[in-house]
């Protein structure tokens, strides 16, 4: 596709369900980003993808966190049990390598734990 | 660990009035400082990268700078479709993906 798509764009849960948010990558990019955005903060790293590959999971902030990608495309990310400090908007992004490459970002996908 | 302050928090400027975003850092060894421009409701959007101290880039009313210590986003003449959040974020050199952002400076233009 022509940007970075992700679904769903809202999601509101109740505490202890588990949430599945999907990213749809640039056509070619071979490096995919989570990252998480919540209220007065900044964007924290959680995972990168290179390929199909995980090499960094130290951002995932607990192991109720996991992520996939699965033909070097598409991306699941997983909050199991969710908590309401879950709460924020989880944005994905693609670049056609890593180094200083730029970011292409998706518009997020808001969640809600009440 | 890596750090970005990025100041004030929020600007308020009316249409025309030209001023600075800065962003302070402390990395590991710098291998590109970013700036991305975020609307509300959209995932944050690219704008420059800046590689080494003394190097500027341009586009249209904004430009970028870089020290050893802090880059600034310069405005100029803005108009009210400038009104965004500006997000400041470096990547250390013992690193080729990750990112650390700063909070960002959300910008008002009144016209």
């Known amino acids: 596709g022509a940007g970075v798509s992700q679904s769903p764009s809202n999601k509101v849960t109740e505490k202890g369900k588990d949430v599945e948010l999907r990213c749809d990558p640039i056509?070619?990019?071979?490096?995919l980003y989570w990252y998480r955005q919540s209220l007065g903060q900044g964007l924290e790293f959680l995972i990168y993808f290179q390929g199909n590959s995980a090499p960094d999971k130290s951002g995932l902030p607990s192991d109720r966190f996991s992520a996939e990608r699965t033909g070097g495309s598409v991306s699941t990310l997983t909050i199991q049990r969710t908590q309401q400090e879950d709460s924020a908007v989880y944005l994905c992004a693609s670049s056609l390598g890593t180094g200083a490459n730029v970011l292409t970002f998706g518009a997020g996908s808001r969640l809600t734990v009440l | 660990e890596d750090q970005v302050t990025q100041s004030p928090e929020a600007l308020r400027l009316q249409e025309g009035e030209s001023s600075s975003l800065n962003c302070s850092y402390t990395?590991?060894?710098?291998?590109?400082l970013f700036w991305y421009r975020q609307d509300p409701g959209k995932g944050p959007e690219f704008l420059f990268t800046l590689y080494s101290a003394g190097e500027e880039k341009e586009k249209e009313r904004l430009k970028a700078t870089l020290t050893k210590k802090e880059s600034f986003l310069h405005i100029t003449a803005p108009k009210p479709e400038d009104s965004a959040t500006y997000l400041c974020a470096v990547q250390a050199g013992g690193s080729n993906y990750k990112l650390t952002f700063g909070k960002g400076t959300l910008l008002t233009v009144n016209p």
């Open positions: 056509s070619g990019h071979t490096a």
């Open positions: 990395v590991s060894g710098l291998r590109g």
